[in-house]
């Protein structure tokens, strides 16, 4: 039986009061989840009024909700006996830290606050999986943007967007080439709201490349000497071949 109150909720999430029991709603009408009863104790060994208000929750008939119920079981007691797993799992378990939004949570909405939400989502798999290849003598992550997409169930753009924004908040660095993202480093999730204004969905690489097209450099215009109407035949056919004329 699960049992917390909404409030409890908001604090770990990082979700307004509305949203959490719009969630709750929507799990509980998906199957997902079931509304249980409290359980009676003896007098003094609960409080009333915590119970009362809580939600009594458990986990529904729903197929995939019985799975990650299972795995979720299987990761933590793995987790808790310090026990490498023995077998792979079905469901990948990542930390989020959901705790940055705490202190900042009046200043997101709407959009925002869901572009954050995955921010933070596909920070917790990087940082996972940054981890576990430094703990295994392993290269740097490399993941393609459909991989991800399809991990993740986001767009690709979507997926474009989060990863410039944890780029430009200093959250994680990676080089771009040829399609596969090479991440070099993942730092801790430290979110500055402000920063966050636009979204691109168009990936960049710290690595520079080498311009296929050289600048034309300004020159400054200086009095050209007169020229013969051959030499100014010349030069503007010269100009025609450039394709500056």
Same mark, same amino acid.
């Given at each position: 039986?699960? %049992?917390?109150? +909404?409030? $409890?909720?908001? *604090? =770990?999430?990082?979700?307004s009061p509305n949203a959490v029991r719009s969630a709750i709603s929507s799990l509980i009408a998906k199957g997902f989840l079931v509304k249980g009863e409290p359980q009676k104790r003896e007098e003094g060994s609960y409080h009333p009024y915590y119970d009362n208000i809580a939600h009594h929750l458990k986990i529904g008939d729903?197929?995939?909700?019985?799975?990650?119920?299972?795995?979720?079981? %299987?990761?933590? +007691?793995? $987790?808790?006996? *310090? =026990?490498?797993?023995?077998?792979?799992r079905a469901?990948?378990?990542?930390?989020?830290?959901?705790?940055?939004?705490?202190?900042?949570?009046?200043?997101?909405?709407?959009?925002r606050s869901k572009h954050v939400h995955k921010a933070l989502?596909?920070?917790?798999?990087?940082?996972?999986q940054h981890k576990w290849n430094i703990e295994k003598g392993r290269q740097q992550v490399c993941r393609t943007?459909?991989?991800?997409?399809?991990?993740? *169930?986001?767009?690709?753009?979507?997926?474009?967007?989060?990863?410039?924004?944890?780029?430009?908040?200093?959250?994680?660095?990676?080089d771009f080439t040829q399609g596969v993202l090479k991440f070099l480093s993942v730092h801790s999730f430290s979110i500055k709201v402000s920063s966050i204004n636009s979204l691109v969905t168009k990936l960049s690489t710290l690595v520079n490349k080498t311009e296929s097209h050289k600048k034309?450099?300004?020159?400054?215009?200086?009095?050209?000497?007169?020229?013969?109407?051959r030499e100014a035949a010349q030069h503007l056919q010269h100009l025609k071949s450039l394709g500056r004329v």
């Open positions: 039986m699960f %049992k917390q109150t +909404t409030q $409890a909720i908001c *604090n =770990k999430v990082g979700y729903n197929a995939y909700a019985l799975l990650f119920a299972n795995e979720l079981e %299987k990761t933590l +007691t793995a $987790a808790r006996n *310090n =026990k490498i797993k023995a077998q792979e469901i990948t378990f990542f930390k989020v830290q959901v705790g940055q939004l705490k202190r900042n949570s009046r200043m997101l909405s709407g959009n989502i596909l920070h917790g798999y990087l940082s996972n943007v459909p991989f991800l997409a399809h991990f993740l *169930n986001w767009s690709q753009n979507t997926v474009r967007r989060v990863l410039n924004t944890l780029k430009n908040l200093n959250i994680v660095t990676f034309v450099a300004h020159q400054i215009h200086q009095p050209r000497a007169s020229k013969t109407p």
